[in-house]
């Protein structure tokens, strides 16, 4: 198992840039780039959640991960 440690996220022009809160490293990447990342993870999650259960298809709080794309 991977430790995840807190990070923190800022913006910088049209990059992301994160950097954990205990090293003095950093990465970024496009904002667009990341929000693509994160559209897909979400459709899968949901997609994931909804097949496996129909009762979480009408969970609201279940509902709010269906992205439009």
């Given amino acids: 198992m ?3 440690t807190p990070s923190r996220l800022r913006h910088n022009g049209d990059l ?3 950097s954990p809160s205990k ?5 970024s990447v496009e904002r667009e780039e990341l ?13 994931r959640l909804t097949q496996y ?4 298809a009408m969970n609201p709080v279940i509902q709010r991960f ?4």
């Fill in 2 to 4: 991977v430790a995840v």
């Fill in 16 to 18: 992301i840039v994160m």
């Fill in 23 to 27: 090293r003095s490293w950093q990465a």
């Fill in 35 to 47: 929000e693509e990342a994160f559209t897909g993870f979400l459709q899968e999650a949901y997609l």
């Fill in 53 to 56: 259960s129909l009762k979480l």
């Fill in 66 to 69: 269906s992205v439009s794309g």
